[in-house]
């Protein structure tokens, strides 16, 4: 089993708020960070899935 520290839930709970579409802001708020780049660079973790939906959103939007 991996070792999971609360640490690690800060982690996952800022990538599953931004994957939802949670505000930035309102994310490093919660986060308390005093930076963005904090919220968004270290913190939220995407990977190419979240790439490919938010491309066929915008696909949707288009047609």
Known sequence: MPCVTPHVCRHTFA?????SGMNPKTLQLIMG???????????THLVFVDL???MQEISKLQS
């Open 52 to 54: 490919q939906r938010e």
């Open 33 to 43: 960070h005093s930076e963005i780049g904090v919220t968004l660079n270290a913190y």
């Open 15 to 19: 990538s599953k708020m931004a994957r």
